[in-house]
Structures are given as structure tokens and as C-alpha cells.
């Protein structure tokens, strides 16, 4: 079983940043790919990036939509992803999600059916 629980969510005037982590739960067989997305209102949960979990090497992969802006990292433990957002626009402002899945990142990671658990998500609000 996967448990996932995002945080750093809030507000922020857009041109700030903000980092968003998800702390990870879970066995490393069932997390081979920990991913972020968000849900705007009215909008599809869209993808923003990605990293390989619990394998040899490592990978991170990025939506061309927040490449330059946004990124995904880990702490050393394994046990925390962040999401980096750097000049954040009130496009930005959405539900973000942490999902993990237990096939590789390189299968689909752009898929949301991809993913078998979510958090439980952290609200970004970017005002102009």
C-alpha cells in the first residue's frame, strides 16, 4: 500500500514560487514512478513531471507546458518529492496532486490512468 500527503500549498502573487512536498509511504515494489499533477477548475488533471522510485539509475521527466519553470526533486531518504514551481502565473492556480504508480515512469508517466494512488491534494493560488 501506497500513502501520500502533499503540503507547502497556498497563496502567492504570481512571479513568486512556491515548493510543494509529497511525503511517500510505501513499499518499493509498489512505487516505481512518483508524479505531480493538478487540476484547474473546470479543466483535466494535466501532468507536470515525474521521477523514477526504487530502481537502478534514475530519471525525472517534465511537461513541456512548465519545463524552465517547474521541477521534480527528492530528498535523500526517498521518502519526500517536491515540486519546485519558480515564477508561478495565475494560470498556475489549481489543485496539485501527488501520484505514485508501480510501473516505471517510462511506460506513461504522461497518463493519469498510469498512476494507482493519489494524495490527497494542496491547494496553489496565484493572484495577478
Known amino acids: 500500500q501506497v500513502h501520500l500527503v502533499e503540503s507547502g500549498g497556498g497563496s502567492v502573487q504570481a512571479g513568486g514560487s512556491l515548493r510543494l512536498s509529497c511525503a511517500v509511504s510505501?513499499?518499493?515494489?509498489?512505487?516505481?514512478?512518483t508524479a505531480w499533477f493538478r487540476q484547474g477548475l473546470g479543466k483535466e488533471r494535466e501532468v507536470l513531471a515525474a521521477m523514477a522510485m526504487n530502481q537502478p539509475g534514475s530519471g525525472t521527466y517534465t511537461a513541456a507546458s512548465v519545463k524552465g519553470r517547474f521541477s521534480i526533486s527528492q530528498d535523500k531518504t526517498d521518502q519526500v518529492v517536491y515540486l519546485q514551481m519558480d515564477r508561478l502565473q495565475p494560470e498556475d492556480t489549481a489543485t496539485y496532486y501527488c501520484?505514485?504508480?508501480?510501473?516505471?515512469?517510462?511506460?506513461?508517466?504522461?497518463?493519469?490512468?498510469?498512476?494507482?494512488?493519489w494524495g490527497q491534494g494542496a491547494q496553489v493560488t496565484v493572484s495577478s
Open positions: 501520484a505514485a504508480g508501480y510501473r516505471p515512469c517510462y511506460l506513461g508517466w504522461t497518463s493519469v490512468s498510469h498512476f494507482t494512488y
Open positions: 510505501a513499499n518499493p515494489s509498489d512505487n516505481k514512478c
